[in-house]
């Protein structure tokens, strides 16, 4: 049998161990926030991995935000050595997974298996790609004992979060060097016949405005944080919308709709606090002397940073020319710039090819319209040839039933196990 083939029967003869650890790894509800149970499911990956023979190490993200003794923010980084030196591959999982919410049918941490598809929350994203990374690892290690260079597979904390207690730590410390490690994989549930080659930018900042707290039975002697609030608003509409939807990207992003630039505006509050709902009283006049507003913005690879501040700037600076007493406070928040890996960087090939060699077809090449760890491996670990690959429909994260289909899984184990064989061959 060719080598390709013996693969691809390798990784399927695996499918009820792909189910199993899936389920395992489902039944470990590791909440984020707060982050339940990260050190109880990297020592369930630890004792897999080691019997597998990878060297495993657990790391604890001391320090970095949101780690507490309460919530420690452990990760897992196992490598296993080649026979002979070459490339390292790194597949990259992010353990947590987001609140349950309403609206289950299913138990969201019983891994129940129903018409070829495995239910639970994290079973897309992404519990379900990290299960195939390692089924692929030790399916391709199986057939291939004496690859070139080393496989590694992390476990990593707070995704949904930022990354900062996970990839962002491990890539500060060296984790993602170029020296180190040399191609990611990060199985993301982007589709198994896609390859998602990075994401557009992001900046957060909050708006405040400022007035002067009165009684509300005389507005006239303060100034309505509110109102002025209500004229940005009204001033977005009027000429920031319009002009976002104008920008349009040549990065693939999907879904269509985020191919150009976006503004949500996440929140505002102004005034009084709102009370606890156990709370019976009224509120009391006054004039809100504060309001402030979260804003995220999304940005193309065409853009920028400067000129995405500069131009809301400039709508709060059109906003004073009409308002006497108009005054504001900008604040960033967050920034990630866009980031898209080359189409001919080794690791897309690879998974290229492997993707042809399973569906018969080309690939497609997607950007996600949202961040996702790459980015801590772009700009700390400064290694460009990343992409995420894996089973799973994206539509389906964070929502109710989520699931990730077994013969997508399989599927996607053979395309890793494929790219392996590709980037590690002796
Ligand atoms: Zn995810």
């Known amino acids: 049998m060719e080598l390709t083939e013996k693969l691809k029967v390798e990784v399927a003869a695996r499918r009820d161990d792909l189910v199993a650890l899936t389920q395992d790894l489902i039944r470990v509800p590791t909440l984020n926030p707060p982050g339940d149970n990260y050190r109880e499911i990297c020592d369930y990956l630890d004792r ?38 070459g490339d390292c591959v790194h597949f990259n999982s992010h353990i947590d997974v987001v609140e349950v919410g309403h609206g289950w049918t ?8 129903k018409d070829g598809r495995i239910y639970g929350r994290g079973a897309c994203d992404m519990k379900g790609g990290l299960a195939a990374s390692i089924v692929a690892a030790e399916a391709f290690i199986a057939i291939c004992p004496d ?37 990611v994989i990060i199985p993301e549930p982007l589709n198994k016949d896609r390859i998602c080659l990075g994401h557009r930018g992001v900046w957060w900042a909050e708006i405040e405005t400022k007035g002067e707290i009165a009684h509300g039975s005389m507005p006239f002697l303060g100034d309505c944080a509110v109102r002025h609030m209500g004229a940005v608003v009204a001033e977005m509409e009027e000429s920031l ?27 505002i509050h102004g005034g009084e606090a709102e009370q606890a709902g156990d709370y019976t009283g009224l509120p009391s006049p006054c ?61 897309v090939a690879s998974v290229a090819k492997a993707i042809e060699a399973t569906f018969g077809r080309e690939p497609d090449y997607v950007v996600s ?8 491996i772009d700009r700390i670990g400064r290694l460009k040839n990343c992409i995420a690959y ?9 929502k109710p039933d989520e699931y990730v289909g ?15 064989k590709d980037l590690l061959s002796n």
């Open 106 to 113: 299913t138990d969201p941490f019983g891994g129940e298996v």
């Open 287 to 347: 004039v809100p002397d504060r309001c402030r507003m979260v804003i995220d913005r999304r940005f193309l690879i065409e853009e920028d940073i400067a000129e995405v501040e500069a131009e809301i700037r400039a709508v709060l600076e059109r906003v004073r020319e009409g308002r006497e007493t108009f005054d504001y406070d900008i604040r960033e928040l967050h920034r990630v710039l866009p980031t898209m890996t080359e189409r001919d960087a080794p690791v």
């Open 48 to 85: 897999r991995l080691l019997r597998s023979g990878f060297h495993t190490e657990l790391i604890r993200a001391k320090g970095a935000i949101g780690d507490s003794d309460k919530h420690p923010r452990w990760n897992i980084v196992a490598r296993r050595e080649g026979a002979t030196a």
């Open 369 to 376: 319209p949202g961040t996702y760890d790459q980015k801590h």
């Open 406 to 420: 077994i013969e997508d899984m399989v599927q996607s184990a053979q395309v890793m196990a494929l790219a392996l």
């Open 241 to 267: 919308f319009p002009a976002l939807a104008q920008k349009r990207t040549s990065m693939p992003v999907v879904p269509d709709g985020a191919k150009q630039s976006t503004l949500n505006i996440n929140s």
């Open 390 to 398: 894996g089973p799973g429909i994206l539509d389906l994260a964070h």
């Open 147 to 183: 690859y070139a260079g080393a496989i590694e597979i992390s476990g990593t904390a707070d995704e949904e979060s930022g990354g900062f207690g996970g990839v962002a730590y491990l890539a500060e410390k060296g984790y993602f060097s170029p020296e180190r490690v040399q191609h």
